[in-house]
């Protein structure tokens, strides 16, 4: 976490936005819970802040009056930056140097290992007046970024220590001051489109038109689905399968005294079919080691759930879901859908997953083509499931009916593999008798 820094009376303490979890640079203020000239106590929780894994409390570090809040709620606030400025009268002294340090992740507890950040410098978080305050940083770093015009506060640095480096710096664009948007009462042309815009050519709402901020987990699902399209070579393969034998197993599995209290779902048989695929064919369970031109085969397999909730597409996994059983998948799928939808979702249930199944049958939808999680090979879709005409024991009948879409990185997996995977999961939910020995 940063240290606070201090003016020149040695009284008023800046806290910056500490490090939030793996992976994430940035965080978007929710709500203060203090106001400028309130008292605070050392712990008393002053803000919530949004990442793309949960919604967390920031505790002050130090106790006093706020004197500056420095971000305003739905502001983008990269780790690093200011956030709130404390007059406190007792004297500020430094940290003792011989402790040992230890990175905490805000509301879940320390972290054993730290990780390091990249982040461009936001705008909207500049100040009229540069901190006092030292940023670490290496003499290189240092020299580019007062040629660019830079302020290293406002990049997060990848270095021991999370020192800013030279990639950092030219990764980081020059601190300026927010555009103004034009003042209440200005005349301003409106375009042929229909949109109002000010004299600097922003798009201002209009009553027939509505803006949504792209915030918090919506807008690290862009960035996640941008890299996807754009860095995975991408195919699927489709296989439509008649699952009676399965949702009369589930019929059964209900009325028994080993599922009372627990919710039952297809869903729930379709990812022990899935895990049951994958221990035959353990190279769908891989991930892409750029760096070192690998591919890393797990033996384990942290199974994701996509859930649709209010904040946006989450997807916590089930650590070590090969291990579980049907009732223990009924369980962890329930508490997953249930933390994602609450917002209650630790950075630890959303990492580290290394498979996905998502649902979009529950939205009366037939099938789909997902895109593939960065770090993962494959994500499987299953569809509604449906009451439909089926040539069963070469007689008409009506049969219930599902299709399943697997998409896949193809550089990892080849079409046969993918075809093989699909037909495998295809036979354990056509005759769910086989999966006896695994439920």
């Known amino acids: ?55 967390v409390a920031l505790p002050s570090p130090f106790s006093g009056v706020v004197v500056e809040l420095l971000a305003q709620p739905g502001d983008t606030v990269p780790v690093g930056a200011p956030l709130i400025r404390v007059r406190n009268d007792l004297e500020v002294s430094a940290p003792p140097t011989a402790e040992p340090h230890t990175n905490v992740l805000v509301g879940y507890g320390p972290e054993a290992e730290s990780t390091s950040r990249r982040r461009k410098a936001t705008p909207s978080m500049a100040s009229s007046t540069p901190s006092s305050h030292r940023a670490a940083a290496t003499p290189a770093a240092r020299k580019l970024a007062k040629e660019l015009g830079i302020d290293l506060w ?54 027939r038109e509505e803006r949504t901020p792209i915030a918090g987990i919506r807008k690290r699902t862009a ?28 019929d ?21 079919a899935t895990l049951a695929a994958i221990a ?19 033996h384990y397999v942290n199974l994701g759930i996509a859930v649709a909730s209010d904040r946006g597409l989450m997807v916590p996994n089930l650590k070590e879901a090969q291990s579980l059983s049907l009732r223990e998948l009924c369980r962890e799928i329930s508490w997953a859908a249930d933390t994602a939808r609450s917002g209650n979702a630790t950075p630890n249930d959303l990492r580290g997953g290394t498979f996905t199944l998502t649902n979009v049958g529950v939205f009366g939808v037939d099938s789909g083509v997902p895109l593939v999680n960065p770090g993962e090979a494959a994500i499987l879709c299953l569809g509604s499931i449906r009451k439909r005409p089926w040539v069963f024991r070469d007689e008409l009948a009506v049969r219930w009916v599902t299709t399943l879409g697997l998409s896949f990185d193809h550089r990892m997996v080849d079409g046969e593999l993918g075809a093989r995977f699909l037909a495998t999961t295809e036979g354990f939910l056509e005759d769910p008798l086989t999966l006896l020995s695994r439920i």
Not at 223 to 249: G, K, N
Not at 252 to 272: I, Y
Request: aromatic share 4%.
């Open 154 to 207: 406002f990049v997060a640095g990848s270095g021991p220590e999370g020192a800013v480096t030279v990639d950092d710096v030219r990764s980081a664009v020059p601190v300026t001051q927010p555009r103004t948007p034009a003042r209440l009462g200005d005349v301003v042309p409106a375009p042929s489109n229909g949109h109002v815009t000010d004299g600097d050519g922003l798009i201002e709402p209009t009553a």
């Open 280 to 298: 035959e064919y353990p190279g769908i369970n891989t991930a892409w080691d750029e760096q070192n031109q690998e591919i890393v085969t797990k």
């Open 1 to 55: 976490m940063p240290e606070p820094a201090a003016d020149d009376d040695g009284h008023v303490l800046e806290f910056r936005l500490p490090d939030l979890g793996e992976g994430l640079a940035d965080g978007d203020l929710v709500s203060w819970t203090v106001a400028v000239g309130d008292t605070v106590e050392l712990n008393q929780t002053i803000a919530e802040v949004e990442t793309a894994k949960a919604v």
């Open 252 to 272: 059964h599995l209900r009325t028994t005294k080993s599922f009372e209290g627990l919710t039952l779902t297809p869903l729930a048989l379709v990812a022990k």
């Open 223 to 250: 960035a996640a689905m941008q890299a996807s399209s754009r860095t995975i070579p991408q195919a699927s393969t489709f296989v439509t399968v008649d699952c009676t034998a399965s949702m009369e197993l589930l």
